[in-house]
């Protein structure tokens, strides 16, 4: 069975962070999978992994699509994979309007219909072929990879919708989930497997990954204030607001928008009720977590992938939490 973690670069400071997912291969962590929001981009930590690593895999969750052009994304892509010695998987997204629109001046617009495109040339470019492309969303011209990956690169596609969904399963290798239930989780893979089938494919070929932010004992008020301040900000963007309301979270999900248009970003955080949270955040002792983890494997993932937070208040303090953390639910620890 597969078990990731993702470097908690954010909570521990890059150096421990990297430092921990070097550990997390002799603990029997099969993945390390990177995050990219506004501090370090997702290949750097993965090159320096990629160096003093041997048999954990190494992805990125997720590549912004509408950031990075798709020749961009395959040249870090296929660098990764070499340095690496293909152990790469690239998780490429739509990310949401405040990073893209807002922090990137850039537009989303027709994202199913762009990522089919971006997909197609992403492959074309690893598979070290010429590109010349010309379609409804996207343009690439006499683009030619100048590196050998030296092995396939597996793409998982992030996704919410039942359309993105779909997508993932006619033409990735994988899916990436955020911020879902367990049901959440067995409900969005129904569309991936539709997806796949639509396509003249077998859906039980594609991986089922999701992240899920964990704290292991650490104080329950704590993690509930701080954690629901977390989510938040992920709750009150429309996708992921559309995908709560569909999990069963529609009140919950509308107050959040209500609130937080209104400026009232507390009340916001308020509206992310105990229930709701309990749902989506892994938390409480470790035999607690495990149990929640199992939960997701249950439902079809095949690769959970722990983000370790810490409420500590020193970045050292942070740093010791989260190594106990990834120490107490490693498959070295469970046998």
Partial sequence: MRLGMTPPIEVAGMRSAIELAIRAESLGYTDVWSAE?????????????????????????LAPVYTRPPALTAMSAASIQALSDGRFVLGIGVSSPAIVEGWMGRTIERPVEYVREYVHVLREALAGRK???????????????????????????????????RLAGAVADGVLFFLMTPEGCREALEHVAAGARE???DPADLEA??????????PEDLVRFMGRRLLTGYAMTPAYNASLARQGFESQASGIVEAWTAGERDRATEQFDD????????HGDAAACRARIEAYREAGITTPVVMPISVAGSIEERAE?????????????TG
């Fill in 37 to 61: 929001v506004g501090g370090t981009d997702g290949f750097t930590p993965l090159a320096a992994l990629a160096a003093r690593t041997e048999k954990v895999r190494l992805g990125v969750a």
């Fill in 131 to 165: 590109v010349s492309f010309e379609g409804e969303t996207l343009h690439a011209d006499g683009f030619r990879l100048q590196i050998e990956p030296g092995a396939p690169v597996p793409i998982h596609l992030g996704a919410l919708g039942p359309r993105m969904c």
């Fill in 199 to 201: 396509a003249g494919r």
């Fill in 209 to 218: 990954f999701v992240r899920l932010p964990t704290a292991v004992d650490e």
């Fill in 275 to 282: 229930a709701m949270f309990d749902d989506l955040f892994v």
């Fill in 321 to 333: 939490r989260v190594t106990a953390a990834i120490e107490a639910l490693a498959p070295a620890a």
